[in-house]
Nanobody, 126 residues
Framework: QVQLVESGGGLVQAGGSLRLSCAASGHTFSSTATAWFRQAPGKERLFVAAISRGGGKTYYADSVKGRFTIARDNAKNTVYLQMNSLKPEDTAVYFC???????????????????WGQGTQVTVSS
């Protein structure tokens, strides 16, 4: 079992930056591929970024490529999302997710993931 708790959300001006954290409990975290998803008001939940269990592979949605960076520190049982050059359209609740996976493997669909955090709100003002 893996429990995930997101933090670091808040209000930021367009062009600014935020760093989200997802803290995991459970010794199996280092065996999980992890990802970030987001859900804007009235919209569907969408994939943002994924990282393999050891950090060797990453993948980004086109909408955030070049602006966001996903990383993880397995010694701290934490995955991060560094968000730069934020735009109002990035406003959403951001969720982290995890799934037990082989090395160098990641997933991009909601249904792929077994464990989810509660979400953290990111609001970008224009």
């Amino acid at each position: 079992q893996v429990q995930l708790v997101e933090s670091g959300g808040g209000l930021v001006q367009a062009g600014g930056s935020l760093r989200l954290s997802c803290a995991a409990s459970g010794h199996t975290f280092s065996s999980t591929a992890t990802a970030w998803f987001r859900q804007a008001p009235g919209k569907e939940r969408l994939f943002v970024a994924a990282i393999s269990r050891g950090g060797g592979k990453t993948y980004y949605a086109d909408s955030v490529k070049g602006r966001f960076t996903i990383a993880r520190d397995n010694a701290k049982n934490t995955v991060y999302l560094q968000m730069n050059s934020l735009k109002p359209e990035d406003t959403a609740v951001y969720f982290c997710a995890a799934k037990t996976a082989p090395a160098f493997v990641y997933y991009t669909r909601n249904g792929d993931y077994d464990y989810w955090g509660q979400g953290t709100q990111v609001t970008v003002s224009s």
